[in-house]
């Protein structure tokens, strides 16, 4: 079975739960296929630190060999997995000490890390990423979607950082499109356009240049200039077909967690980057002592499964249960496009604000003040009908792909890509 999905977990600051997220995350998603989580938060190590599993190998041994990671993976010992719940997880653990090739990646090194998760046997893998925004982590992500990003009301700088991985990858994927150099440069008549692109994309990504606040003054900027061009809908495609996915964490309330953390998320997004990325909240985890506790005891609150004889039904395993049994990863096709203007002239932001609350709203309505462990059962449920929704470069990716990779799939996806597309997403119905 060859890998068929990749999911990035990023944040952009430490101390949030995002190992602590990726972990559970990754317990829960064995069990609707196989899932490895993979390490690479190299700084910290904290998968073998909050699993209390043998490690015979890790990512030094591989890497050193050359061996493919499925050479490298844990298992969850029974006295974690007594049941065998989980024997569709593993991990492969970060190197025990910090090394210099495994704190700042060579390229080398970095290319032989992706080819290496994309070689894995699994459905799934889970990819913890270190926190930040510097090309340790921007090079593993995916270059059309945010992959998930974890982040808390408690921790505002975290956020704003979060929305900036958001406006580094878009931009990151935008200067490949319309390099001077790039792909529609090849194009006839496009050239001049391209020059002016570059101008005030500069300006854009420029946050004290306050004149082009945001990719879509820009692109009206664009349309009056060239009207609906080429390069003014591809544009416009590849900002609506952005989509950001987050999970929040350390939850204590659905009004806390819109003001402090939703909104100046949604905000910041609108802002400095555009109101119209789509966004999917995939969920919460509340704030509880039980998670701390079994992060110390190194047994993941995911595998606290009730006891054999106990008359609780465990709402993950009925839950996760229901969607093993679903085939559901077929690959939806994209939507017919909508005329430039139409999409130009649709922009609302107190709407999109909006509709983040209604989504904690309809959360917490469907689900109340929700066990921890009920959560991830959730996210993943969440998680998966946006794999079944969603065109595959919108959630997660089928394989990660290294910076030279990038290009060659940006333009295979110009010809898709289209303005209607992550709108009639972002409307359907939630699960
Ligand atoms: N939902 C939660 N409730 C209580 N404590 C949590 C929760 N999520 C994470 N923690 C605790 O917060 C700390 C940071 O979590 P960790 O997953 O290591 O964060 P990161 O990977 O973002 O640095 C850990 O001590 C962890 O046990
Ligand atoms: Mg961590």
């Given at each position: 079975?060859a ?18 997220f990726?972990?559970?995350y ?21 998968v ?6 043998p490690?015979e190998?890790?990512?030094y041994?591989?890497c ?25 997880f593993?991990?492969?653990?970060a190197p ?16 032989q890390?992706?080819?290496a ?40 700088a975290?956020?704003?950082?979060a929305?900036e ?5 878009l931009f990151?994927k ?10 529609l440069?090849e ?8 020059g ?43 900002v609506?077909?952005f ?7 350390l939850?204590?309330g ?14 910041s997004?609108q802002r ?11 969920g919460?985890i ?14 993941p609150?995911?595998?606290h499964v ?10 993950i395993?009925?839950e ?25 002239l649709s ?6 604000l909006?509709?983040?609350l209604e989504?904690l ?7 109340g003040?929700m066990?921890?462990?009920d959560?991830f059962a ?10 079944a929704?969603?065109p ?5 990716q ?15 996806s110009l010809?898709?890509?289209?303005p209607?597309s ?9 699960p």
């Amino acid at each position: 079975m060859a890998l068929r999905r990749v999911v990035t977990v990023a944040s952009g600051k430490g101390g949030v739960g995002k190992s602590t997220f990726a972990v559970n995350y990754a317990l829960a998603l064995s069990r609707v296929g196989p899932t490895v989580l993979v390490d690479l938060d190299t700084g910290t190590s904290s998968v073998r630190n909050t699993i209390n599993a043998p490690v015979e190998r890790d990512l030094y041994h591989l890497c050193r060999r050359g061996a493919p990671l499925d050479r490298g993976l844990t298992t969850l010992p029974p006295r974690l997995d007594p049941k065998g719940l989980f024997r569709n997880f593993a991990f492969v653990a970060a190197p025990q000490h910090a090394m210099e090739d495994f704190i700042n990646f060579s390229e080398v090194r970095r290319d032989q890390l992706i080819a290496a998760i994309n070689g894995l046997q699994a459905t799934f893998a889970v990819v913890d990423l270190r926190a930040g925004l510097d090309a340790q982590v921007l090079d593993f992500l995916p270059h059309s979607n945010s992959g998930i990003l974890v982040f808390t009301p408690h921790h505002p700088a975290a956020t704003m950082a979060a929305a900036e991985i958001v406006k580094a990858l878009l931009f990151r994927k935008l200067r490949l499109l319309f390099a001077a150099r790039g792909p529609l440069a090849e194009r006839a008549g496009i050239h001049r356009q391209l020059g002016t692109i570059n101008a005030l994309l500069d300006r854009v990504e420029d946050s004290y240049d306050e004149e082009i606040p945001n990719l879509d003054a820009f692109l009206l900027d664009l349309y009056h200039a060239f009207g609906d061009a080429e390069v003014v809908q591809a544009l416009a495609a590849n900002v609506a077909s952005f989509c950001v996915h987050f999970v929040l964490n350390l939850f204590d309330g659905v009004h806390e967690t819109f003001d402090g953390a939703v909104a100046p998320f949604v905000r910041s997004l609108q802002r400095h980057v555009s109101a119209r990325l789509s966004l999917h909240n995939l969920g919460w985890i509340v704030t509880s002592p039980e998670v701390h506790r079994s992060n110390q005891e190194r047994r993941p609150i995911v595998l606290h499964v009730p006891a054999e004889g106990s008359t609780e039904v465990d709402p993950i395993q009925r839950e996760l249960d229901a969607l093993a049994r679903q085939a559901g990863l077929d690959v939806p096709s994209r939507q017919q496009p909508r005329p430039i203007k139409d999409f130009l002239l649709s922009i609302d932001p107190e709407r999109a604000l909006y509709d983040q609350l209604e989504v904690l709203n309809a959360m917490h309505r469907d689900k109340g003040a929700m066990r921890v462990r009920d959560n991830f059962a959730y996210i993943v449920r969440r998680a998966m009908h946006l794999l079944a929704t969603l065109p595959p470069d919108q959630f997660g990716q089928r394989r990660l792909l290294t910076p030279g990779e990038i290009l060659p799939s940006l333009l295979e996806s110009l010809g898709g890509a289209t303005p209607g597309s992550a709108a009639a997403a972002a409307a359907a119905p939630l699960p």
